[in-house]
């Protein structure tokens, strides 16, 4: 079973930058694809990126397209979120998943895709 631990949210101003770190332990993090969502209040978890077990292939929400970089370091067995020109809308607690696949390509965009989540980490944008 893998173990996942965000980090890295804060308050930031409308504009401004944050990078995301998801930690993970347990089982080996090479043969995870990995994702991040989102979930404000009142609101349902969300998609916002993904990322194949190789790192070889990402896909992002619209909302997030030339914003967000979602990358891994297999070696550090950490996925990272690293947000730019952040908006309001953007508040939320971010969670990362993990999804154990044999493909090295394959990504998930689908919150019952992933099988293990970690507790959140609470990114705040004021305007």
């Known amino acids: 079973q893998v173990q996942l631990v965000e980090s890295g949210g804060g308050l930031v101003q409308a504009g401004g930058s944050l990078r995301l770190s998801c930690a993970a332990s347990g089982r080996t993090f090479g043969n995870d694809a990995m994702g991040w969502f989102r979930q404000a209040p009142g609101k349902e978890r969300e998609f916002v990126a993904a990322i194949s077990r190789s790192g070889g292939n990402t896909y992002y929400t619209d909302s997030v397209k030339g914003r967000f970089t979602i990358s891994r370091d297999n070696a550090k067995n950490t996925v990272y979120l690293q947000m730019n020109s952040l908006k309001p809308e953007d508040a939320a607690v971010y969670y990362c998943?993990?999804?154990?696949?044999?493909?090295?390509?394959?990504?998930?965009?689908?919150?019952?895709?992933?099988?293990?989540w970690g507790q959140g980490t609470q990114v705040t944008v004021s305007s």
């Open positions: 998943g993990a999804r154990s696949v044999t493909s090295s390509y394959a990504y998930f965009t689908r919150l019952n895709d992933y099988t293990n």
